[in-house]
């Protein structure tokens, strides 16, 4: 869903909270990794549009973007969640099943444990 | 018979290396120019022109030396022509060139007028269906292009803002004006000095006539569509006209720092095609090329461009 740059620009982003211009992202993220400024803008751009981040016109002081996240990291990640989960159990049915038995049947007993307290959930509330 | 195969020979060979006379020398012109204009590192209008006459040439030949040759060969060989209808697959060809040449001039035409049409009526956001324009651009900026323009001798084209956070800055034509275009990106990632520079490339397209130059190539491009040649000929002069850009621009600044800086930065995020125009429209881009194939391209790559600006440093 995501590429490289944009996932470390994205977490940088939620790690400053703010509404953030560009070259003082880029200050912020060059301290661990080089990025050219225009890297930045690029990327801050497309995340844009792919409407992961807002962005406000500032023309004060020469005119900018101020940027700043649309979402939490919480909600973000539940809207992925959403977008896989969602598309699987509209297709609920044998293939989802043989999936979950072939990856975490026998490898990961862990994995069944929780996934078997979620399903006992599930039960519960089925029978309300 | 041996004779006729390698005139075919010959001829073929003339149609693929791009002049088709039905004699070599046209060819050897076309190779001389070749290496005149590659020679011609320094003067990149002698480049220019060089190329231009080359294509020139080129069309001039298809249509008036088929012509006055086949004249000549028709009456050394009269009598066989008026004989009937025997096939000569060599006069054919010619035919069939001359043909060519001619469809290609009215083509030419036809596209000319459709451009010159077209980049009368239509506004800069409707040759650019993908980007927003801003109408206000910064004061400082409309200031900085007023400098530059009486500082270049050319009328100051309108200044538009694109609501774009990719770095973009390119100049069209479009209502019968000249507009330069800037992105916010590029305001916000690069300095005072590296915007200066970008501003100045783009005016000194304007005084050096870029638009009409890539108007003249791009229509012997057509008028020669048949002639491979004429697709590296005229990306080569695209180029050209850049590098010459980037010398006028360092000349309009006081030297060639800024222009790099300002070419190594955008050096890092190549944003071309967010800036394609609709159709046949007069644009020049600041940004590198990144096609494959880099004869193909009408962009010279910004590290060949930084290198050349560096070597004019030294001068």
């Given at each position: 869903?995501l590429g490289?740059l944009e996932a470390i620009v994205l977490r940088q982003l939620w790690e400053t909270k703010g509404p953030i211009s560009v070259k003082d992202f880029q200050a912020i993220v060059s301290e661990r990794r080089?990025v050219a400024v225009t890297t930045v803008a690029t990327t801050l751009d497309r995340l844009y549009r792919k409407g992961l981040v807002s962005r406000e016109l500032v023309r004060e002081g020469g005119p900018h973007y101020l940027y700043k996240a649309r979402m939490t990291e919480g909600e973000f990640k539940y809207a992925?969640?959403?977008?896989?989960?969602?598309?699987?159990?509209?297709?609920?049915?044998?293939?989802?099943?043989?999936?979950?038995?072939?990856?975490?049947?026998?490898?990961?007993?862990?994995?069944?444990?929780?996934?078997?307290?979620?399903?006992?959930?599930?039960?519960?509330?089925?029978?309300? | 018979?041996?004779?006729?195969?390698?005139?075919?020979?010959?001829?073929?060979?003339?149609?693929?290396?791009?002049?088709?006379?039905?004699?070599?020398?046209?060819?050897?012109?076309?190779?001389?120019?070749?290496?005149?204009?590659?020679?011609?590192?320094?003067?990149?209008?002698?480049?220019?022109?060089?190329?231009?006459?080359?294509?020139?040439?080129?069309?001039?030949?298809?249509?008036?030396?088929?012509?006055?040759?086949?004249?000549?060969?028709?009456?050394?060989?009269?009598?066989?022509?008026?004989?009937?209808?025997?096939?000569?697959?060599?006069?054919?060809?010619?035919?069939?060139?001359?043909?060519?040449?001619?469809?290609?001039?009215?083509?030419?035409?036809?596209?000319?007028?459709?451009?010159?049409?077209?980049?009368?009526?239509?506004?800069?956001?409707?040759?650019?269906?993908?980007l927003d324009f801003l109408?206000m651009a910064p004061?400082k900026i409309?200031?900085?292009?007023?400098?530059?323009?009486?500082?270049?001798?050319?009328?100051?084209?309108?200044?538009?803002l694109v609501d774009s956070g990719v770095p973009l800055?390119?100049?069209?034509?479009?209502?019968?004006?000249?507009?330069?275009?800037l992105s916010i990106g590029l305001l916000e990632s690069l300095d005072d000095?590296?915007i200066?520079?970008?501003?100045?490339?783009?005016?000194?397209?304007?005084?050096?006539?870029?638009?009409?130059?890539?108007?003249?190539?791009?229509?012997?491009?057509?008028?020669?569509?048949?002639?491979?040649?004429?697709?590296?000929?005229?990306?080569?002069?695209?180029?050209?006209?850049?590098?010459?850009?980037?010398?006028?621009?360092?000349?309009?600044?006081?030297?060639?720092?800024?222009?790099?800086?300002?070419?190594?930065k955008?050096?890092?995020s190549?944003s071309?095609?967010?800036?394609?125009?609709?159709?046949?429209?007069?644009?020049?881009?600041?940004?590198?090329?990144?096609?494959?194939?880099?004869?193909?391209?009408?962009?010279?790559?910004?590290?060949?461009?930084?290198?050349?600006?560096?070597?004019?440093?030294?001068?």
């Amino acid at each position: 869903m995501l590429g490289d740059l944009e996932a470390i620009v994205l977490r940088q982003l939620w790690e400053t909270k703010g509404p953030i211009s560009v070259k003082d992202f880029q200050a912020i993220v060059s301290e661990r990794r080089l990025v050219a400024v225009t890297t930045v803008a690029t990327t801050l751009d497309r995340l844009y549009r792919k409407g992961l981040v807002s962005r406000e016109l500032v023309r004060e002081g020469g005119p900018h973007y101020l940027y700043k996240a649309r979402m939490t990291e919480g909600e973000f990640k539940y809207a992925v969640v959403d977008g896989v989960m969602g598309a699987l159990l509209e297709s609920f049915n044998d293939v989802t099943v043989a999936y979950l038995d072939e990856r975490i049947g026998t490898k990961r007993p862990e994995d069944v444990r929780v996934l078997s307290k979620y399903l006992n959930r599930l039960r519960r509330k089925g029978n309300q | 018979m041996m004779n006729l195969a390698l005139r075919y020979f010959i001829f073929l060979l003339s149609v693929v290396v791009g002049p088709s006379g039905p004699m070599m020398w046209s060819v050897g012109i076309t190779v001389v120019g070749l290496v005149t204009a590659l020679s011609l590192r320094r003067s990149f209008q002698g480049r220019t022109i060089v190329l231009l006459g080359i294509l020139v040439m080129m069309w001039a030949d298809g249509l008036l030396f088929v012509l006055v040759s086949s004249h000549i060969y028709l009456l050394g060989r009269a009598s066989i022509h008026m004989a009937g209808p025997s096939w000569n697959p060599f006069s054919i060809l010619q035919t069939v060139n001359l043909g060519v040449a001619l469809i290609g001039g009215i083509a030419a035409a036809c596209v000319g007028l459709f451009i010159s049409f077209k980049s009368s009526r239509i506004g800069v956001s409707k040759m650019f269906p993908r980007l927003d324009f801003l109408e206000m651009a910064p004061v400082k900026i409309k200031e900085t292009v007023k400098r530059l323009s009486s500082l270049a001798g050319v009328t100051p084209p309108e200044v538009w803002l694109v609501d774009s956070g990719v770095p973009l800055a390119f100049t069209v034509c479009a209502n019968r004006r000249y507009s330069v275009a800037l992105s916010i990106g590029l305001l916000e990632s690069l300095d005072d000095r590296e915007i200066d520079a970008c501003i100045a490339h783009e005016i000194s397209h304007l005084k050096n006539g870029d638009f009409t130059v890539r108007l003249l190539a791009t229509l012997a491009k057509v008028a020669l569509f048949a002639k491979p040649l004429s697709y590296l000929i005229e990306p080569a002069i695209y180029r050209a006209r850049e590098f010459l850009a980037d010398r006028t621009a360092a000349g309009l600044i006081g030297g060639p720092d800024a222009l790099i800086s300002a070419l190594s930065k955008l050096k890092d995020s190549n944003s071309l095609a967010a800036a394609s125009p609709q159709g046949l429209a007069c644009v020049c881009n600041l940004g590198g090329g990144k096609s494959l194939f880099r004869l193909l391209d009408k962009q010279p790559d910004l590290v060949t461009r930084i290198t050349t600006l560096q070597e004019m440093k030294r001068e």
